[in-house]
């Protein structure tokens, strides 16, 4: 398997022996890319078996491509057959909010590609209708399966010296008082700290052109809705290759 050359760091956060950790970037909506990856763990655990085989989805399923929907289903059955962990990005709050909360929500959601979303669940709003209106009909179009899948998304987790979270980390702040927004949203104070967050940490919500490995961080979202590039990494001990 080959090594992207962005490889070499001097962090050496281990995993637990016996056990790999597959994560896999920012989707939206790329249900094709998805399939591909899945494929490709898939052939990866038979080729190279090992006790434990875990699967991280760092967030950002859904909005600006063409099958939020589709993504959602591939999620659901892959957290049920194969124990995947599936944590939550900015772009699922949004639905949630605007699905469970607030329709007003509606605008904003849009503006981060919402529509695409709502037009994978057949839902196609008309200039005449109300946010409410939308909401009524998302909520009629939502499957019970994908309602049950969004109850099931973490914020964070832990395995060995890594943290997987979808956007990052306030620096200075121990893991047990990070604010849930900074998880989803955070940006320029965690891209632009070299601080040790004692857990290395792996993420996504700001594309990349590659992954971008480095001391203390990896983000692995390579902007796949646009680019066509689903970047999945497998971590073993203290490697980490690009899938």
């Not at 249900?31 to 078996?49: C, F, G, K, M």
């Not at 998302?138 to 395995?159: D, E, G, I, K, M």
């Not at 992954?211 to 796949?224: E, S, V, W």
């Amino acid at each position: 398997m080959p090594r992207h050359p962005s490889h070499q760091r001097r962090n050496k956060a281990t995993l637990p022996p016996d056990t790999r950790i597959y994560a896999i970037g920012d989707i939206h909506g790329r249900a094709d890319l998805l399939q591909d990856v899945i494929a490709r763990i898939d052939e990866d655990i038979h080729r190279r078996p090992i006790a434990f085989a875990g699967e991280v989805y760092v967030g950002d399923y859904i909005d600006r491509g063409a099958d939020s929907k589709g993504v959602i289903d591939l999620l659901a059955a892959r957290l049920v057959q194969n124990h995947a962990i599936c944590l939550r990005g900015n772009h699922e709050a949004l639905m949630e909010e605007f699905l469970y909360d607030n329709p007003a929500a509606l605008d904003g959601w849009r503006q981060l590609g919402g529509l695409a979303t709502l037009m994978s669940y057949g839902v196609a709003p008309t200039r005449g209708e109300t946010a409410e209106q939308v909401q009524h009909a998302f909520c009629a179009a939502f499957p019970t399966a994908h309602q049950l899948f969004l109850r099931c998304l973490r914020n964070n987790v832990r395995c060995g010296d890594f943290l997987f979270v979808h956007a990052g980390v306030r620096p200075g702040v121990s893991l047990n008082a990070q604010n849930p927004n900074d998880l989803m949203w955070i940006r320029d104070e965690f891209l632009n700290s070299a601080a040790d967050h004692g857990l290395y940490v792996v993420h996504g919500h700001t594309p990349v052109p590659h992954a971008d490995i480095r001391d203390n961080r990896i983000n692995i979202d390579t902007g796949a809705w646009r680019s066509g590039v689903l970047t999945c990494i497998a971590i073993e001990g203290t490697d980490i290759i690009i899938l």
